[in-house]
């Protein structure tokens, strides 16, 4: 199977067959990513933003870091922008939603669990336990320092493994 | 419950759900980079011509200029001398005309 890499240097040269075949390997894990981020309000179109915006500036992928990663900080500046111009709460403050009801379900307890979290919590919480993503990837794709990423990541684990125990 | 077993299950909830790609997605998302692609095309076209006009202009005015500059014409019984300020001016002009209305440009831009 042809690398990311190759692909994208195919997409850069207009390619859009080969930058079609990089959409769908991504779509799964953007749309997923947006998708919690948002909580499902809008996000395939912050997705396909991110795909087209992607494209257009595909010549600036380097290769330094996996093209996913670079996928995903587009996505999530996008969502900071959206956030900004829907005036929504900073992503450091909580977010509102309903009260989380006890119902067993360690799914649900924590889905809830990471939709109350602030979004940079929230997006730690799903690049480094759900992804795999190491503090440092973590970091670049959301542009914080390492230190913070690291407090955002053990504030989110924290809560989450609270609702995974039935405490949240 | 002890740590490792509290991140392998956050892994399994919060990882992206496995399912293989959706194609409706990537062909709405292909339409659009297409369609990115025609519109960038149409503007970098358009911006080509409106320099090759402004050179033109730039052209025909520094033309008339110079003539200006060069005083009222010698005898020349309306006949305008090809190796002359005003010759050459004229050339620029009629190519000016032909690049301004060659029929691909328009289509090229829409």
């Known amino acids: ?168 | 419950m002890m740590d490792e077993e509290v991140d392998r299950q956050l892994k399994a909830l919060l990882a992206a759900p496995g399912r293989p790609a959706d194609e409706t997605f990537a062909a709405r998302v292909e339409r659009l980079v297409l369609i990115d692609e025609r519109l960038r095309r149409a503007r970098r076209a358009a911006w080509r011509r409106l320099a090759l006009e402004m050179a033109g202009a730039a052209a025909v005015i520094l033309v008339f200029f110079v003539l200006e500059r060069s005083g009222p014409a010698a005898d020349s019984a309306g006949i305008v001398p090809p190796f002359s300020a005003a010759g050459a001016g004229l050339l620029l002009l009629t190519l000016w005309v032909i690049v301004s209305s060659r029929p691909g440009d328009g289509a090229e831009a829409a």
Request: hydrophobic share 45%; with cysteine; net charge positive.
């Open chain 1, 1 to 168: 199977m042809e690398g990311d890499e190759s692909l994208a240097k195919r997409a850069a040269a207009g390619d859009v067959a080969a930058y079609t075949a990089l959409v769908r390997r991504h779509e799964r894990r953007v749309r997923a990513f947006l998708g919690r981020l948002t909580r499902g309000d809008g996000a395939d179109d912050l997705a396909q933003e991110t795909f087209l915006k992607a494209w257009r500036v595909l010549g600036d992928f380097r290769g330094e870091g996996s093209f996913e990663g670079w996928l995903l900080r587009i996505a999530w500046r996008l969502f900071l922008t959206s956030r900004r111009s829907r005036r929504e709460a900073p992503v450091d403050a909580p977010d509102g939603v309903d009260p989380r009801v006890e119902d067993g379900n360690s799914r649900i307890d924590v889905e809830r669990a990471l939709a109350r979290l602030p979004a940079r919590e929230r997006a730690a919480a799903l690049l480094c336990l759900g992804e795999g993503y190491s503090h440092g990837e973590a970091a670049a794709i959301m542009e914080v320092p390492l230190g913070t990423l690291k407090s955002l990541v053990a504030r989110a684990r924290a809560a989450l493994a609270r609702a995974l125990e039935g405490h949240g």
